[in-house]
């Protein structure tokens, strides 16, 4: 007859739900095997015969030593140490289990040396993509200070548009980015880690370095401009902000070639105020004005979804809210 479910203690069950006598039902491994201190405990207590000295050498008070030894002995079932004032003994058993305890330590010893290589591999270099204006205007304050923080650390930095930022991170190529667009591209998480303006500038001799009123939107919308490529968040921004651009009047690369352009008078321009504010203070470059549109954006730090910046790359993130 099959024994009821408040059966005694030495009966288990099968995979079908029923009781087979003489088996301890199995839990989680956790559960039923010792952890790594207490096995480090019982492995000094082995060494040194002693369970106080074995308590100073892992710096726990020797309550704290026996409860501990106590606890694995009720865990495991068996008597491990043998107490009395001359010192601690191992009992047959408990020499058994340090044997085997021997053996995890060790293995935990190289798993700990392997994982300290993953981390020293990782923390050796740092890749980072970042869009035109930032690496420009802000990385390279940051990095002079993550060199402070991580003189072994080399690192390298991929410029382009916000685009190719994200395609960077999602092919791994890049541990972190910086993106200056309107949105978070797809596949990425991100935070804010800065805010920016985008002003309209024209070099003094412009006729729009002369207005006394501000430009209006759709003039600006329908105005060729000297303008970064497509892709790129500076181009998003403005693109997104007056509902559509007239084709440019001449499409570059990068911010300092468009800012060089529009110094030089090949026609007005929209920057970020992190890119012109020497031209601005020299007047090489005139701020105009502009009605109705704001052209404010946030600056982001980016990352692939799910894959929260870890070593040298969170140490960067971190410097970049300081």
Known sequence: MSSSAGG???????????????????????????????????????RLGSLGGAARELGI??????SRIRSMERQLGVALVDRSPRGSRLTDAGALVTDWARRIV??????DAGAQALRDRRDSRLRVAASMTIAEYLLPGWLVALRGQLPDTAVSL??????????????????????????????????????????????????????????????????????REKGSGTRQVLDAALGGLARPLIELSSTTAVKAA???????????????????????????PVADVALARDLRAVWPTGHRPTGPARQLLSLTRA
């Not at 030495?10 to 201190?37: I, M, N, Y």
């Not at 999602?170 to 805010?195: K, M, R």
């Not at 020497?278 to 090489?284: D, H, P």
Request: charged share 20%.
């Open 8 to 46: 005694t203690g030495g009966a288990g069950r099968t995979e079908g739900g029923q009781d087979t006598p003489g088996r301890q039902v199995a839990g989680s491994l956790a559960h039923r095997v010792p952890d790594l201190g207490a096995m480090e405990l019982l492995l000094a207590v082995a």
């Open 61 to 66: 008070t020797q309550p704290a030593a026996s």
């Open 106 to 111: 060790e293995a935990a010893e190289a798993f």
């Open 158 to 227: 991929l410029a382009g548009n916000s685009a190719a930022v994200a395609e960077r991170l999602l092919s791994g190529e890049a541990d972190l980015g910086f993106v200056e667009g309107v949105s978070v591209p797809s596949g990425l998480d991100s935070a804010v880690i800065a805010h920016d303006r985008l002003i309209v500038v024209a070099a003094p001799g412009h006729p729009w370095a002369r207005r006394r009123r501000p430009l209006a939107a759709a003039e600006l919308a329908a105005t060729p401009l000297i303008l």
């Open 262 to 288: 529009a110094v030089g008078g090949a026609g007005p321009s929209v920057l970020s105020e992190l890119a012109v504010g020497e031209e601005l203070a020299t007047r090489r470059l005139v701020s105009v």
